[in-house]
Structure formats: C-alpha cells, structure tokens
C-alpha cells in the first residue's frame, strides 16, 4: 500500500527547501555587485529581481511550513531533488530578463545546465552580454559542483542530524570528517584554496598572453570555476580556444581534472596522505581509461589526417578527451568540427569518455570511475571464480581511501546505477534520432548532457525542438543527482495523488 | 494500476506529445556578409584549406598581441551590425573565426564588441588553415590586410522602468516576509524557555 505524505511531511520538505531558496537568493549578491562595480544597471536590476523572487518564495515557504520535525530519508531525497527545480525555475530570471534567451525555458535549460555543471547553453549573443550575467552564469556552476545543498547546508542549516540525508539526496554521500556539516565546510575549504590558487594562475597566464588585466582577471575567475566544477561555461562563445594558447591549455586541464577527483581524495591528500593518489581506483581507473581513448581517437585522427603534425594531433586529441572525460566540457574546437573533422570514430572516443564521466562526490557527472573500477573487479572475480576449484575462496578488494572489500550487495548497487544511466544515454540519444538528428551526433549531444559534460556537435541550439530542450533539462537533471533522488521526488508526488 | 504502469503511460503520453511537435522555434535570420561565412569553413574545412579568404565581421571581445603578431576574434554572426543591447532580434549563437595578424593592423580598430561596445566591422583578408600547424591545430586565418569599414560605437543597455517598479514591489513584499519569518522564529525560540520559567 502506499502512504500518503501527511501535513507534517509538507511542512518538513517546504521548510527545508525554503532554506535552500534563500541561500540561491543570497548567492545572487555577487553577480549584483559585480554589475554596479561594471555599472551595468539594467543587469543590476535584473538581479535584484531575481535575489527578491527567491526570498519572497523562500520566507513565504518557511513561514507556511513551520515545523520541529527533522528530515527523514525519503524527505532529504524530496528536499534535494524538489530544491533543484524551485532554483531552476528561480534561478533563470536575470538570465531571461537579460533579453539573451529565446524563452523562459531556454532560461531554465541555460541555469540547470549550470547547475548540473553541464555546460550546454541556449543563451544568444553570448559575446555581448554583461559582466554581471557572465559572473553568474560562472558562479552557478561553481555553486552547482559543491552542490546547491552543501552550501545551504554550510551556511544556513543549524546542527540539524537530518541534514546528511539531503546531502546524500544531492548525489555525495563521502563523509570527510565525522559530522556533515564539517563536511560540508571542509569542501568549501578545498574549494575557495583552489578557487584562489586556479585564479591567479590562470589571470598570470592570461595577462601573459596580451589580456588587459580587468578582462584577465575576470577570465581567470570564470574559466576556473567553470573548470573546477567541470562545467564547461566559458566567458566567450569561442570557448577556451579563445585564447590559442598551451599555457592556458595546461592549467585550465591541470584545474578541470583536479576539479574530477573525489572530495575524499582531495582531503586525504590534504590531510597528508599523498600516497592515496596513485592507489586510489579512480583515479587508476580515469588514467587507464583516458589513456585508451587517447589512444583510439589518436589513431582514427592520424589515419584521417586532420592535424599536420604529431604535437598538434596529441594537443588536440588530449585536451578534448580529458575535458569529456572529467565531464568538463571545454574545448579547443568548433563545435561542429567534431561531426566535420573528427569523424564518427572520434566522436565514439569522446561519447565514452563522457559516458564514463570522473569521481564519485566530486563536480563531475557520468557513470564515475568507481563504477567502473568496481564492475571491473567483480567481472575478473567472476572470471577467476569460474577457473578455480569450487571450494577456493575468491574475494576481491578495491582500494577507496581505505581498503574495501567488494561484495554482490555493492555490485548490485553500482550496476543498477550504471545500468540507470546506461538506459538513461539511450533513451535520451534515441528522442533525438526519433527528431531526425543522426545517431552518432544525438548519442554524442544525449551522453553529453545526461554525463554533465557539455560538449555540443552543434546540435544544441536554440533552434532545437522544445521538446528536446525539455528532455535535456531532464536528463542533465536525473544524471546529476544520480537518479535516486528524482525518482524519490517522482514517488512522492504519485503518493499525494493516489496514496491513502 | 501499480505505480510503474502510471509512469510507464505517463512517459510514453509525454513522448506521444513531445515528438508530435518537431520544429523548434524560428529565429532572425540575418545574411553573414561572407561567403563563405565562418559557419561554411567550419562545415567544408578541407575545401578551403589553404585557400586565400576575405572575411568580414564585428571585431570582437579583445585584441591580444603576442610579440610582432596579434590574435582577434571576428564575428560574422546575426550580431555583427547591431547587437541584442540595441534591439536586434534573437538569432541564433555568435559564430566567427579567430585572425592571426600583424600587431600593427590592429592599431586601426577602435571598439571591440562586448556588453557596452558594438565593435568595428572589419575586412580582413587572408589564408585559412582547417588545422593551423603553427597554431596547435587551431581553425583560423592568417591575415596580412585589414580594412576598417564601419566604426563601432557605445552602447547603452537602457534601464526599463518596468523592472524598478517590479523589484520595488518584490523587494517589500521579500522583506515583510523576512520580518513575519523573523518574528515566528524568534517567539518559536522564546517559547520553551518561558515555558520552563
């Protein structure tokens, strides 16, 4: 039998998710400055607006929602997953006041993408649109990677125990230090250090190639936290080949793939254990993955001869597969030179890069390297199972951290989340062959914004069936959140309609 | 009806629906003023390769000198002649191609295009690389003339009244309801100690 959700778990799930909504509210402050420092004051206003909206419907939802209960699991999966929609729909409204987007949906596509640090985009005339807006755009992304709850969390949830069950709703469930809150705080301690450090390497670098120091500045701030959140937004439509330079390439690459690894590892390696990072599975399972598809794409570009040289072909090769895998989504290209000049075969390389996708708890989205790791190790226990005596003892372990010992209850697990995704892939590449885009193209533009990644071939567009938007906004949606906490908000709302 | 038939029906009436409508929204077509335009060079690079190009476009973003030579940005997009802040329609992303070319001709362009500029339109002439060897495998052109044909201007992205009027209204509204919010937390708090006095 279903249970319908009684009053007290409304109020539970609206008190909480009114929180979240001030905290979007409050983060909206820094593109509002940046527009009165720039004086761009019909974008200062569209802010204004935008933080006003938000606090509106999050004290409006508070006081009605007026509760002592705490969050139970199903209420952290609801708070989480129904958080991410209200700061979509809210979130969007500098972005479709700006006059940039062809509509609110286009809006709400342009801010989900942000906020799922996938990097595809509807906005129009990108080259001429405001500091502030581009402050934000780069901010929800940054925002997005730490995830929305974590900063509601760090700043505005008061000691409350229920509080790891929304964090976990919001697709990490990695524990740094005992309390989640600690946890919380400690990403952001991670966070801010590299936001510091990405910064000034990037604007050193950017001033170095001939930027005036205002524009390397800002540049620098922008193409780091779009990297580091692995979310692919650049200042500029021309993307990172805006600059034509290696020395950007390397560090964008250097934070974009530091930005992939897991919290964990981040704080492991901050806490002194350097050694975790060459035994840690994912980063073992990212290297051996990148290196196989950089091995294929390679091949296939050499064969068509596409780059006249050997450095070219591996710049090129390494920095788009590095981007796709760490679900980055930055580029040296055009976008329709993958379809032009790459070819379907380094198309199929970049698709499986981004498929796979980087860490478990960090910015990044796609199946995750741990996945993978772990299916792999129960298919050679398996294998090994079938070619020993029946009574040998076969056990496998996995190195996360800790050493951890792998067991059918956690394949079970990371198979049903692989296989969500897997179907995920399909039946989003499939809408798109079903609108009569080609299978490589609508299984690059599907993987890619299901995996986070925001690598387009051009079929993104504002020009794109509705319809697909809508699918996109979906599967960016389900693949950041991990599917759990969406299909818990979907069995909420059919437990209001039809429970008893 | 168990839940997962709901959804299974919910979902397929959705894609019913949704692939019913295939055309996306119409957007402004403006001509590029090239031929072929950087959209073209992208989609054909082999046959251009190495060819000789005029190319036409707003100067955009920056310029960025590197010793005797220089980088700029050339857009030949919907927004070349008039952009979004000065009332041109909605068409489509920018789209242009990157020029490498003697620092010197640069001196003569005056506005870069960016929120509070229209930049100059620009002819350039040069060689385009599908794959620029010198470049890191870069599309670009090579350019060695560069002409000046329109000067940009500022521009001015005028404030409607009609938002004021609406942040002034959400603003009171937000912050009556942070008093009332305020108020309800504050005798929520009060309660149980008055209770234990």
């Given at each position: 039998m279903i249970v319908k959700p009684r009053a007290g778990d409304h109020l539970v799930v609206g008190k909480y998710t009114g929180k979240v909504i001030v905290g979007v509210g409050l983060l909206m402050a820094i593109p509002l400055l940046t527009s009165i420092a720039y004086h761009e004051w019909d974008t200062a206003l569209d802010f204004v607006i935008g933080i006003a909206a938000c606090l509106v419907f999050g004290f409006g939802v508070q006081i009605l929602s007026k509760t002592d209960r705490d969050l139970t699991w199903s209420h952290g999966l609801v708070v989480a997953a129904g958080s991410w929609v209200w700061a979509t729909l809210l979130g969007c409204l500098p972005l479709y006041l700006s006059g940039h987007e062809g509509s609110y949906l286009d809006a709400m596509f342009d801010v989900m993408s942000g906020y799922t640090t996938t990097g595809l985009y509807l906005l129009?005339?990108?080259?001429?649109?405001?500091n502030g807006l581009n402050m934000w755009r780069h901010l929800l992304t940054y925002a997005g990677g730490q995830g929305i709850v974590v900063i509601a969390l760090t700043?505005?949830?008061?000691?409350?125990?229920?509080?790891y069950k929304v964090y976990v709703g919001e697709g990490k469930d990695e524990?740094?230090?005992?309390n989640v809150l600690q946890t919380a705080r400690a990403i952001w301690l991670i966070s801010l250090t590299w936001l510091v450090l990405g910064t000034v390497a990037l604007s050193g670098v950017g001033l170095a190639l001939g930027q005036a120091p205002s524009r390397a500045l800002l540049h620098g701030l922008w193409i780091f936290m779009g990297g580091w959140s692995t979310g692919g937004f650049a200042p500029q439509s021309y993307n990172t080949v805006w600059f034509h330079s290696l020395a950007y390439e390397v560090v964008a690459a250097v934070v974009f793939i530091a930005g992939s690894f897991n919290f964990a590892l981040h704080w492991a390696m901050w806490t002194g254990n350097r050694k975790e990072i060459v035994r840690n599975i994912e980063v073992l399972s990212f290297v051996i993955t990148l290196t196989l598809m950089t091995l294929v794409a390679t091949f296939a570009l050499a064969k068509a001869g596409v780059y006249p040289t050997a450095m070219t072909l591996f710049r090129k090769v390494f920095y788009q597969l590095a981007s796709g895998h760490t679900t980055t989504?930055?580029?040296?290209?055009?976008?329709r030179a993958f379809v032009t000049q790459w070819g379907p075969m380094g198309m199929l390389a970049v698709t499986v890069v981004m498929a796979i996708g980087a860490s478990a708890c960090s910015t990044a989205g796609g199946i995750k390297g741990i996945r993978i790791g772990v299916i792999t190790k129960a298919f050679v226990q398996d294998i090994r199972k079938m070619i020993s005596p029946e009574s040998a003892v076969i056990r496998s372990r996995y190195h996360h951290i800790r050493e951890i010992m792998l067991d059918d209850a956690m394949v079970r697990t990371v198979m049903t989340i692989t296989l969500c995704y897997l179907s995920a892939y399909m039946i989003t590449a499939l809408i798109g062959v079903a609108y009569g885009y080609d299978l490589s193209s609508s299984a690059f533009e599907a993987v890619s914004a299901v995996s986070n990644t925001g690598l387009s071939c051009g079929l993104t567009s504002p020009a794109m069936p509705e319809f697909l938007k809508v699918v996109y906004i979906f599967g960016m949606w389900l693949g950041r959140l991990e599917f759990m906490s969406v299909f818990a908000l979907g069995g909420y709302l059919f437990s209001m309609a039809r429970g008893r | 009806m168990s839940g997962l038939r709901i959804a299974v029906r919910f979902v397929a009436l959705l894609l019913i629906v949704g692939l019913s409508s295939p055309e996306g929204p119409a957007l402004a077509l403006t001509p590029s003023p090239n031929f072929p335009d950087s959209a073209g060079l992208v989609e054909q690079p082999k046959n251009y390769d190495g060819r000789k190009v005029e190319f036409t476009g707003e100067a955009i973003g920056e310029v960025m000198v590197r010793g005797e030579d220089a980088w700029i940005h050339i857009n030949d997009d919907a927004?070349?002649?008039?952009?979004v802040e000065e009332g041109a329609p909605l068409g489509g992303f920018n789209s242009g191609m990157a020029v490498w070319l003697p620092a010197g001709l640069t001196t003569r362009i005056m506005h870069y295009g960016d929120y509070k500029h229209e930049g100059d339109v620009v002819t350039i002439t040069g060689v385009f690389n599908a794959a620029c060897a010198e470049h890191g495998g870069d599309m670009d052109i090579h350019a060695d003339e560069l002409v000046v044909d329109v000067q940009g201007r500022h521009v001015i992205d005028e404030v409607k009244p009609w938002k004021i009027w609406l942040a002034v209204v959400l603003c009171l509204i937000a912050a009556l309801l942070y008093a009332m919010h305020r108020s309800g937390e504050a005798s929520r708090t009060l309660g149980p100690v008055s209770r234990r006095r």
């Open positions: 129009q005339d990108l080259d001429h649109i405001a700043f505005l949830f008061k000691g409350t125990s229920g509080a524990r740094l230090l005992p989504g930055y580029s040296t290209m055009y976008s | 927004y070349y002649a008039k952009n």
